[in-house]
């Protein structure tokens, strides 16, 4: 088994806790978090836009548990970090623990610096050492029925693709803090939108072109993008942000048109992609498979293969930063 030890207890480092315990081939030895005592009423009142299951109080409360990262470097034997803290943090922590020789899946955004994120895929390399960002939409289902139908022209040629991602403004856990200092997360565009404007990177790579509006809100001034992309053959929409109140349900899916037909996926109509030509509509149904749990069991594959991940690299999440500030030009 890997030994892995997760810093930051917030959503996302729920969700990597919990799809560690789900992973045979995976031990959670540590949780680094600056709030430790604050543990078991994060596990009663979880955090974040919507669910992503539940974790067994009686397994957390067997992991050790440190303030920071270097108490458990001191103490721990591991081999890799996922490191789920804010923005902000990620250079300093990923740094510290690729310094320390081990192995790193970084929530994404990779980092708000560039020239940060070079540094990083640097000593990565120079420590031969595993560095993967947690690009998780290129690991959900409906995302990759989306790719099939792309690649495979199984409704024809791809003409139109409109992407959407709306959350309410966070205001839970360290949220709240980050009201104070505004713009340090990267706001909805390198927090929220970057989920699309990566996978987008991934299908086609970089647009011809990048046409894009944005509005401010309580975390930037960018909390709220409208971007056209254009390619040579067809054009691209993308559209969100997190503007709306904190109670505003999140949503996100995709409509494509192709040459013969036309798909629709929600995640208020989570398990189904529609598809419709001009005579029916026809309700597909999707793989159940997590998409958190793929991407924690791809970035374990690479632990165990000691090889890179060639199916979601550093360079190519960098890449996905420099597309963010694309729309803000």
């Given at each position: 088994?890997?030994?892995?030890?997760?810093?930051?207890?917030?959503?996302?480092?729920?969700?990597?806790?919990?799809?560690?315990?789900?992973?045979?081939?995976?031990?959670?030895?540590?949780?680094?978090?600056?709030?430790?005592?604050?543990?078991?009423?994060?596990?009663?009142?979880?955090?974040?836009?919507?669910?992503?299951?539940?974790?067994?109080?009686?397994?957390?409360?067997?992991?050790?548990?440190?303030?920071?990262?270097?108490?458990?470097?001191?103490?721990?034997?591991?081999?890799?970090?996922?490191?789920?803290?804010?923005?902000?943090?990620?250079?300093?922590?990923?740094?510290?623990?690729?310094?320390?020789?081990?192995?790193?899946?970084?929530?994404?955004?990779?980092?708000?610096?560039?020239?940060?994120?070079?540094?990083?895929?640097?000593?990565?390399?120079?420590?031969?050492?595993?560095?993967?960002?947690?690009?998780?939409?290129?690991?959900?289902?409906?995302?990759?029925?989306?790719?099939?139908?792309?690649?495979?022209?199984?409704?024809?040629?791809?003409?139109?693709?409109?992407?959407?991602?709306?959350?309410?403004?966070?205001?839970?856990?360290?949220?709240?803090?980050?009201?104070?200092?505004?713009?340090?997360?990267?706001?909805?565009?390198?927090?929220?939108?970057?989920?699309?404007?990566?996978?987008?990177?991934?299908?086609?790579?970089?647009?011809?072109?990048?046409?894009?509006?944005?509005?401010p809100g309580r975390l930037?001034?960018?909390?709220?993008i409208s971007a056209w992309?254009?390619?040579?053959?067809?054009?691209?929409?993308?559209?969100?942000g997190n503007t709306f109140?904190?109670?505003?349900?999140?949503?996100?899916?995709?409509?494509?048109?192709?040459?013969?037909?036309?798909?629709?996926?929600?995640?208020?109509?989570?398990?189904?992609?529609?598809?419709?030509?001009?005579?029916?509509?026809?309700?597909?149904?999707?793989?159940?498979?997590?998409?958190?749990?793929?991407?924690?069991?791809?970035?374990?594959?690479?632990?165990?293969?000691?090889?890179?991940?060639?199916?979601?690299?550093?360079?190519?999440?960098?890449?996905?930063?420099?597309?963010?500030?694309?729309?803000?030009?």
């Open positions: 088994m890997k030994k892995v030890a997760v810093v930051g207890f917030g959503f996302m480092g729920m969700t990597h806790s919990l799809n560690i315990f789900k992973n045979q081939d995976l031990e959670l030895v540590a949780i680094i978090d600056k709030d430790i005592e604050s543990i078991e009423q994060k596990l009663k009142q979880p955090e974040g836009n919507f669910s992503t299951g539940e974790i067994d109080p009686d397994k957390i409360q067997k992991v050790n548990k440190y303030h920071s990262l270097t108490d458990c470097i001191d103490n721990e034997d591991f081999d890799a970090v996922h490191v789920c803290v804010h923005t902000d943090q990620h250079y300093q922590i990923t740094k510290e623990a690729l310094q320390a020789g081990k192995h790193v899946l970084l929530e994404k955004p990779f980092s708000l610096d560039i020239n940060e994120c070079r540094e990083l895929i640097g000593l990565s390399h120079e420590k031969d050492l595993i560095l993967m960002v947690a690009h998780v939409l290129r690991f959900m289902p409906p995302y990759l029925k989306l790719r099939s139908c792309i690649e495979k022209e199984e409704f024809g040629n791809l003409k139109f693709l409109s992407m959407t991602r709306f959350s309410g403004v966070p205001l839970w856990g360290q949220w709240v803090q980050k009201q104070s200092s505004y713009g340090s997360s990267g706001g909805a565009l390198f927090d929220l939108l970057i989920h699309d404007i990566d996978y987008l990177n991934y299908l086609f790579g970089k647009p011809i072109q990048i046409q894009s509006k944005y509005l930037s001034v960018h909390d709220y992309w254009d390619y040579p053959d067809f054009k691209v929409k993308v559209e969100g109140h904190s109670s505003f349900p999140f949503q996100a899916g995709f409509m494509a048109e192709f040459n013969k037909a036309s798909i629709l996926y929600s995640t208020n109509d989570p398990d189904y992609i529609q598809v419709s030509n001009h005579e029916e509509n026809e309700r597909i149904e999707l793989d159940l498979e997590d998409g958190f749990y793929n991407e924690i069991d791809y970035f374990k594959e690479c632990l165990v293969n000691n090889s890179k991940p060639e199916y979601c690299t550093p360079e190519s999440a960098l890449d996905s930063i420099a597309l963010c500030y694309q729309h803000l030009t």
